[in-house]
């Protein structure tokens, strides 16, 4: 049967001295497109060493089955991927390939990850299986990749072994099991994202060994800054992969902090500058709710509605009124109704009913989702 329809998707950021060894290689693989049904999209972002030159000088060789996505500049390679999937699914692509551009990710995998893929949903390059391995990485770079692969798999309690890994094969429905337009890593945790995306939607995933070979061209993107910023945030990617669990779970997560900030300002002005207690707490509650805003904003209900406005903020502390409300008429109500042990109890029943009622008017009228 003759495929008609893989994209390889190759991104690049200053990969003069790698692409066209990368791109003649492929080409080699796969000589006809009728036969083969591969083509390839490299996804530049503007490198300043010329690499879209250089693609572009090889278009006319290679012609109809080599694209070349040029982007404004550096702005990561999950932005660049997304484009690249968006770019090939709008032409009716039916499988994609990411590899990188360095030839860390050899050729000579592509046929059995091509045939791997005809029975399942997701197939990926992996170091950590039996047969798969890196090469010419130093021991710092190992350990990083094998600590960051065992991390992230205890965190998010995923069984595919190599989660970072940047060499992976995705069929179009396994994109639309994902839903791209929900990712929300931007740089090396992408990979990670999508995989994990990927088994909760319960797509069927293959691991073939493959061995990394370290660059010997050009110079790794990779950076410490990228590293510690994966580590929080895979916490992070496993929340907003929980839905509205994973939505109320950052929401109390801001609310928790909220009250340490409400807490340590009134102990502050009325402890150790003495100030009167009731302003203050008032005071304290616009300060506290302030930051909430901008924490759910930004963080809970992210890309639901992106920017912050005086009537968002006003109608949230509204809202945190209102859940102020609940959590009185709960507390006052179970006090005076039940005969309970200790009042705290019916104090946390309260905070729980408004911090409840809180986020409801939070998702659905304050952050909601524009159409
Ligand atoms: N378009 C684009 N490509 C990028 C960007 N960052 C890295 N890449 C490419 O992504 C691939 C992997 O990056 P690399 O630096 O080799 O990372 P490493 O293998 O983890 O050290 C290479 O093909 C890079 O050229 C980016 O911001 N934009
Ligand atoms: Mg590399």
Request: proline share 3%.
């Amino acid at each position: 049967m003759s495929r008609e329809n893989l994209l390889i998707l190759v991104p690049t950021y200053d990969e003069a001295e790698n692409i066209e060894k990368l791109l003649t290689a492929i080409f080699d693989l796969y000589p006809q497109r009728e036969v083969s049904g591969v083509s390839v999209l490299v996804i530049d972002d503007n490198s300043p060493d010329g690499t879209a030159a250089i693609v572009e000088g090889l278009m006319g060789k290679y012609e109809g089955r080599l694209h070349l996505l040029k982007r404004a500049g550096k702005a990561g390679l999950a932005k660049a991927y997304l484009a690249g999937f968006e770019w090939g699914l709008e032409r009716g692509f039916g499988e994609f390939l990411e590899m990188d551009a360095d030839l860390s990710h050899d050729p000579k995998y592509l046929p059995e990850m091509i045939a791997q893929i005809q029975s399942h949903d997701v197939a990926i390059g992996s170091r950590n299986v039996k047969g798969g391995g890196a090469e010419g990485w130093p021991f710092s770079r190992t350990l990083i990749s094998k600590g960051g692969s065992l991390y992230a798999r205890a965190v998010l309690g995923c069984p595919i072994k190599d989660l970072t890994g940047g060499f992976n094969m995705w069929t179009a429905e396994a994109l639309e099991k994902i839903g791209l337009d929900r990712i929300i890593s931007q740089g090396y945790l992408f990979q990670v994202e999508m995989k994990y995306r990927a088994w909760k939607a319960g797509c069927s995933v293959k691991e073939i060994p493959i061995i990394f070979r370290d660059r010997t061209l050009g110079a790794s993107k990779m950076s410490k800054k990228i590293l510690f910023e994966a580590l929080l945030k895979v916490w992070d990617v496993r929340l907003s992969a929980a839905g509205a669990t994973g939505e109320f779970l950052k929401f109390a997560i801001v609310g928790a902090l909220g009250a340490a900030t409400n807490l340590l300002l009134f102990f502050a002005l009325v402890d150790l500058l003495g100030l009167a207690a009731i302003p203050v707490s008032v005071g304290c509650f616009w300060v506290a709710g302030t930051q909430n805003y901008a924490l759910n904003g930004k963080w809970t209900f992210a890309g639901a509605s992106a920017k912050l406005s005086v009537k968002k903020w006003l109608a949230f502390l509204a809202a945190s009124l209102v859940g102020l409300g609940a959590n009185l008429a709960v507390m006052q109500a179970m006090i005076s109704l039940l005969n309970l042990p200790f009042k705290f109890i019916a104090q946390a029943c309260g905070i729980v009913a408004g911090m409840a009622l809180n986020f409801v008017f939070s998702k659905f009228l304050v952050f909601r989702k524009k159409a």
